[in-house]
């Protein structure tokens, strides 16, 4: 018999990792291989960012921090919500983090006892469940559909609410869909949250790359929300690890306590980067978007045009979410025989939770000439099928 905790054994692995990892022996065996599989930026950290890394740890800026974070960096954030939603928040409302996951331990750790319930969209990040699994909550997932760009339907949220229920959960632009929440979706489910007495917790890592109109904070419609949010994507900082939650007064004291014992703080030359990315590296963010949308318009037509279906324009973050049922009903199948037979690793939908079955994810965070080669390899296994 395994001793292995039941906690440790329910987590469900990335099915994508499993791709990636075929990918790199069939790369180690001589195999060129087309990477539209994961979510990290090929695009490099900006300088502005890198070098005020370099001038704090030349400045000997290498010791613990306070457990919320630096006090600049809280400021920045606080500047930041201002100045993109003109929210004002409180800087002791900010919780600093090593990514926006962490962030998601002293959310649904501060805020769940067990068997409590947060309603999620399915498909999702499959961090979500995994994280309110672990901690002894009840994942409630409400399917969100292509035609509806993959946004919620109100009615479908508010059926699905309990007594148990602790909170909704969103994420706008959104993994895997790339779809967008409007201020209209945002103040519906602020107004559930509301007269329910539940919270929004609503994962904002992909602002900055949305690409028509300006992306809502929850925070814009309602004080019943956390914000999760993170500089691995629209700074193009994945390998940094530093995020932040910006909680409601009384969670801060319970994450500073969970962040304490487990993290003691985020990276101290980090944080100093952190705030120069807030305050200094706008310009970057709008350059970094326009690169994606360039891939994005040139991605989703060809994706339709091999035949796959997208039936509503992603608006944010860098996947495409396509319908790919003619090509193969089981999408973890479909994904492996893309790589063995193409030489193209995606992400299957399946990883994503019941709702993405018969989807595949497209990732834009490569080259358009990789995307260019991606697409006429595709092109060609279709054809020849
Ligand atoms: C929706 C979403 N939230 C959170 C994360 C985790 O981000 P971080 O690198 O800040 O931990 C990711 C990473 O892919 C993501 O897609």
Redesign the pocket.
């Known amino acids: 018999m395994s001793d292995v905790s039941k906690r440790a054994e329910s987590i469900r692995p990335f099915i994508v990792m499993d791709v990636v990892a075929r990918a790199r022996e069939l790369e180690a065996s001589g195999r060129d291989i087309v990477h539209l599989e994961i979510?990290d930026p090929d695009l490099t950290t900006p300088e502005v960012i890198v070098k005020a890394a370099e001038a704090a740890m030349d400045a000997g800026e290498t010791g613990y921090t306070p457990s919320l974070g630096l006090p600049d960096l809280r400021d920045a954030v606080a500047y930041r919500a201002r100045d993109d939603y003109g929210v004002d928040i409180d800087p002791g409302s900010v919780i600093v983090t090593q990514?926006?996951?962490?962030a998601?331990l002293l959310l649904f750790g501060s805020l769940l006892d067990p068997g409590d319930e947060v309603i999620m969209p399915d498909p999702c990040?499959p961090?979500y469940p995994n994280y309110v699994n672990f901690l002894g909550g009840a994942p409630v997932p409400v399917r969100v559909r292509a035609e509806d760009g993959f946004r919620y339907r109100i009615d479908e949220v508010e059926r699905a609410i309990t007594p148990r229920t602790k909170a909704i959960m969103c994420?706008s632009p959104?993994?895997p869909t790339g779809g967008v929440l409007g201020p209209d979706d945002l103040a519906h489910l602020a107004r559930l949250a509301e007269e329910r007495g539940i919270w929004l917790a609503s994962?904002e890592?992909?602002h900055g790359l949305q690409f028509e109109g300006r992306a809502h904070s929850a925070l814009e419609f309602t004080d019943r929300a956390f914000v999760?949010n993170?500089?691995?994507?629209a700074y193009a900082m994945?390998g940094w690890?530093l995020?932040y939650m910006i909680a409601p007064p009384q969670f801060v004291r319970p994450a500073e306590k969970i962040q304490q014992n487990f993290f003691l703080c985020a990276s101290n030359f980090v944080q100093v980067a952190g705030t120069a990315a807030l305050l200094r590296a706008q310009d970057d963010v709008a350059r970094m978007r326009e690169v994606y949308d360039e891939r994005r318009r040139y991605l989703v037509p060809a994706l339709r045009s091999i035949g796959l279906t997208v039936a509503t324009e992603p608006l944010g973050a860098f996947y495409v979410f396509a319908g790919a049922t003619h090509w193969g009903a089981d999408s973890v199948h479909l994904a492996s025989r893309l790589l063995e037979e193409a030489g193209v690793a995606v992400a299957p939908g399946r990883d994503f939770g019941p709702g993405g079955e018969g989807f595949l994810r497209f990732s834009y965070a490569t080259s358009l000439e990789r995307l260019h080669e991606g697409v006429a390899r595709l092109a060609e296994w279709a054809g020849a099928r």
């Open positions: 979510g990514g926006t996951s962490p998601m990040y961090a994420n959104s993994n994962d890592i992909y999760l993170g500089f691995s994507k994945t690890r995020g």
